[in-house]
């Protein structure tokens, strides 16, 4: 176990509709990444918030959306979802520092993913 | 970040040492490199990082060449669950504004009974 929590581990939904996804990272982490894998693109970086912040963005599209909250949990949000956005999405957490979004040699330890199905 | 080349596949006996190769020729003096595994659908697993020396965890060892152009993780007695999507990962060794990972194909190692 991580200690990184996702939820809901599945969701099926039509397209066209909107769907958040939630990532609780581990005790004491200040950054959350966000990563889908779908089978033609492997892993792909989304985007990463530290202490509520965005510090990162990669890959992610305009219908998508992240925010990290105060108790530091982060949600995925997806609108206007096409049949190409079903995927595996993971959230990773790391401990960050004050200085900047990670110091040197930080882990991430990664959940267990949300299976996301668009019919 | 420095870019990776991984086998695609690799098959290993069970019992056996897996030794997995990871091509680097461009890291830089600053960039560490990392393992991570991923078990089917599962979230990717931290396995072991190095900058130059060779290190040794409970789960690998690492071994850099000392050109560090090129590095291999080696599983010394491998297992079936250890058949899993294993990614070389070329990272700065400063965290700055970001840690995050770029993940490339990775080696799909088969451990075969």
């Known amino acids: 176990d991580s200690g990184v929590t996702q939820t809901p581990k599945h969701l099926i939904t039509a397209t066209g509709q909107r769907v958040t996804l939630r990532c609780s990272p581990r005790?004491?982490?200040?950054?959350v990444y966000w990563y889908q894998q779908s089978l033609d693109q492997g892993l792909q970086f989304l985007i990463q918030?530290?202490?509520?912040?965005?510090?990162a963005k990669g890959n992610i599209l305009e219908r998508f959306s992240a925010q990290q909250f105060p108790d530091l949990h982060s949600e995925l949000n997806l609108s206007s979802l096409e049949l190409g956005d079903s995927a595996l999405y993971f959230c990773?957490?790391?401990?960050?520092?004050?200085?900047?979004?990670?110091?040197?040699?930080?882990?991430?330890?990664f959940g267990s993913g949300t299976q996301l199905s668009v019919l | 970040d420095a870019k990776t080349t991984q086998p695609t596949s690799m098959d290993c006996a069970e019992g056996r040492a897996a030794n997995l190769p990871c091509n680097h020729s461009?890291?830089?003096?600053?960039?560490?490199v990392y393992w991570y595994r991923q078990i089917h659908s599962q979230g990717p697993q931290y396995i072991i990082h190095g900058l130059k020396n060779n290190e040794t965890n409970e789960m690998a060892s690492l071994i850099i060449t000392e050109d560090r152009k090129s590095s291999t993780l080696i599983l010394p007695h491998a297992t079936l669950r250890d058949t899993a999507v294993y990614y070389c990962?070329?990272?700065?060794?400063?965290?700055?504004?970001?840690?995050?990972?770029?993940f490339g194909t990775g080696t799909l190692l088969a451990v075969q009974p």
């Open positions: 005790s004491g982490d200040l950054s």
């Open positions: 918030y530290y202490n509520g912040e965005e510090r």
């Open positions: 461009t890291i830089s003096g600053n960039e560490y």
């Open positions: 990962i070329v990272r700065a060794s400063y965290g700055g504004a970001t840690n995050k990972l770029i």
């Open positions: 990773a957490s790391s401990a960050g520092t004050a200085a900047g979004g990670g110091r040197t040699n930080e882990k991430l330890f």
